[in-house]
């Protein structure tokens, strides 16, 4: 879907919510997920969309010990994606693409500011705050249900902040 087509639909949506006594914004750029600070864990049973393993205070930063930016983090999944130290924006392909299944994303990082991670070919998007001298972690899981061969990872943090991240299936 084109930005332009996008935009359009977020409008006339917005315009219906509006029309029933519901706002919204148009500046959505996809499906969201509901994620929040959590450790990485575990892996639970396959989800129906992408979400937090463990919850915890959605204001928190969930800082782990042992976890670094300048490392990917380990997941317990084998692992199809990796990058540590970055900054700004990278576009990271799933080694082999994504088959049906889990995807679990883990996500470290640290300064001021924030970085978001898309999945495009599911329409996963997450939003992590960061803090300046401290390492926010999150893990989110996603259910994949067919193939996509192409499939990337997309992370774009702000100017102050550095980022780390690992996926696996």
């Known amino acids: 879907m084109t930005t332009i087509t996008r935009a359009a639909t977020a409008a ?3 315009a219906a919510v509006l029309l029933t ?12 997920t509901s994620a929040k600070k959590s450790t990485p864990a575990t892996p639970k049973a396959p989800a129906a969309s992408a979400k937090p393993v463990a919850d915890a205070d959605a204001d928190a930063v969930q800082e782990v010990d042992g976890e670094s930016v300048t490392k990917a983090p380990e997941i317990e999944r084998k ?34 500011g924030t970085v978001k991670v898309e999945v495009p070919d599911l329409g996963m998007t997450f939003i992590e705050d960061c803090v300046d001298g401290k390492v926010a972690s999150i893990y989110n899981e996603s259910e994949v249900s067919a193939a996509h061969p192409d499939a990337y990872v997309h992370v774009t943090g702000t100017s102050e902040v550095r980022w780390s991240i690992s996926a696996g299936q």
């Not at 990058?83 to 088959?99: D, M, Y």
Request: positive net charge.
């Open 79 to 112: 692992t199809i994606a990796s990058f540590a130290n970055g900054q700004f924006g990278r576009v990271i392909p799933f080694k082999g693409g994504l088959r049906k299944g889990n995807l679990g994303i883990a996500l470290n990082c640290e300064g001021k």
């Open 21 to 32: 006594g519901t706002a919204c914004t148009s500046g959505d750029d996809g499906p969201k």
């Open 12 to 14: 006339a949506i917005c």
